[in-house]
């Protein structure tokens, strides 16, 4: 069942980062594409830390475990938990007009969901 979260996480992340966030900022203009966003990343974030939950448990559940897959689901909530917690701060830098705060933590905040995406893929091989 942990390989089924895995690949849900990763099924999530692809969607939200290669789909719905790259199509909404081209088809749609920046104010409310902007609004539309702030709405949809937190709760990205949420769905990530449900995931990653449901992962351990079925991992306590399963005969098939190991340490290292409950490192990376771990991951899988407490990286989500981090960047949910720089969004607000993010939008702040974005409001002030601080380009160079916001890079800084939206390239946080990339760094961390691209490593809770290369947890989930790696977990079933581990």
Not at 38 to 46: D, E, G, V
Not at 102 to 119: E, G, Y
């Amino acid at each position: 069942m942990q390989d089924f979260f895995a690949g849900l996480a990763v099924g999530v992340i692809i969607l939200q980062t290669a789909i719905f966030a790259p199509t909404i900022f081209t088809t749609i203009e920046m104010a409310p594409a902007g609004k539309l966003l702030r709405a949809l990343f937190p709760k990205f974030f949420r769905l990530l830390v449900v995931i990653g939950i449901a992962t351990i448990i079925s991992l306590i559940f399963s005969e098939n475990r190991s340490v290292a897959q409950f490192i990376l689901a771990g991951l899988t909530i407490v990286f989500p938990l981090v960047c949910a917690a720089l969004v607000p701060i993010t939008n702040k830098a974005t409001d002030a007009g601080d380009k160079a705060t916001f890079k800084r933590l939206h390239t946080i905040s990339v760094v961390l969901t691209m490593i809770v995406l290369l947890a989930n893929i790696a977990l079933p091989l581990v």
